[in-house]
């Protein structure tokens, strides 16, 4: 799920209990090799939400949220950010998911 606007991600984090949202650039080679592991999660974790947000096009969330390096991945439980991965490891995402949902 890509998210283009404030609006539609205070709806998203309203509406869902557990979301990860993996902040990312187009131009990041580390965001493209992340991404095929990041787009099978939401299938091995149906309670989980899973969204994507693209820096370049959505630099009011980044701001909002001190994207300073990407690919970066929040953690929210009930609309409230509860942990955060920064670059691209497969095992601390995994790792991350598994910890806290």
Do not use: W
């Not at 939401?42 to 909002?64: G, V, W, Y």
């Not at 991945?73 to 806290?100: M, P, Q, T």
Request: proline share 5%; glycine share 4%.
């Amino acid at each position: 799920m890509s998210i283009e606007s404030s609006a539609e991600f205070d709806k998203l984090l309203s509406s869902n209990t557990f979301v990860v949202v993996d902040f990312y650039k187009e131009d990041c080679p580390p965001c493209r090799n992340i991404a095929h592991y990041y787009n099978t999660l939401p299938a091995l974790n149906p309670t989980i939400t899973f969204a994507k947000i693209d820096c370049d096009q959505n630099r009011e969330l980044c701001s909002i949220y001190k994207i300073s390096a990407v690919p970066t991945f929040l953690f929210f439980n009930s609309g409230k950010k509860i942990h955060a991965v920064y670059g691209g490891n497969r095992n601390d995402l995994g790792e991350a998911i598994e910890k806290f949902f």
